[in-house]
């Protein structure tokens, strides 16, 4: 996701702040996106070099797509720094997360989901839930979502999606999600493109009836990136608006 977002930043005509992080000391120290060589820096300078950065370029929007044990500690460096930031990285403790943007008072843009229209039928879902408490007590929710095999952590795009259901009336066990990561399930149960084997995220949610004389589907499949990395530099957009 990194690179995809720097890569749409570039194609967006926005200046790329050529500084990015690894979570490893040792690690190859320059890529090229568009014209910008960007460094690559390891956790021990981290503080130092967004310091830096906070100095240099005042405008800047840092935008986070790591990993869910980095979510909190990285967050409270961006509040402790005064820097604004852009998290589509998942996981990690959410509350604690929120809690630590609001008591700093730092600007922060904070979403599992990017892609604007899957972020809108989420949204969507909020307003079902909202409008229709309870309107499904008695069905029968099941979920799956599968992922490339490098996502670490659960979809929570789905936790979101789920949380609606529930208001809908219908409970649901986290533990009872199917999670596919592998490559040839992929292929053959869930019908995933082969070229997008390594970078997917295909939702379903089904509900059925008590007597299963009534069921729906909600779906929403992504291949690629770019719908997350287009919505990502959306989001600093907006974000730089609200700060200035
Ligand atoms: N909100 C949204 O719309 C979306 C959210 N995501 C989420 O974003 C996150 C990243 O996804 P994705 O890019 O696919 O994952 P990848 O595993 O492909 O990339 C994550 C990168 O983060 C680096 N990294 C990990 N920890 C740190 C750290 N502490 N500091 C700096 N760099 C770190 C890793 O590099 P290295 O090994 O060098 O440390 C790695 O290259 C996940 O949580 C994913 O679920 C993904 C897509 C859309
Ligand atoms: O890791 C991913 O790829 C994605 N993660 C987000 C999530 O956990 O909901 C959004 C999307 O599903 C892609």
Redesign the pocket.
Known sequence: ??LSVAEAAVLRGLHLVPVS????EK?KRTIQVGQTDIRIYG?SAREDVLSSVADEFPDVIVLD????D?VNS?AELYCKLGLPFVM????GNRQLLYKSVQDSKNYALI?????KQVVAFVALMRIFGEQFPGAYSGYHLEVLESHQA??K?TS?TAKDVIACFEKLGVPYDMNKMVKIRDPEQQLEMVGVPEEHIEGHAFHLYHLTSSDDSVSFEFQHNVCG?SI?AE?TIDAAIFLHRKVV
């Open positions: 996701m990194g992080f690894s979570s490893r690690v956790p797509y790591t990993a869910p980095s990285n589509g990285t998942t996981g979403s599992p989901q990017m892609g490098s996502k952590d929570g990136r997350y919505g």
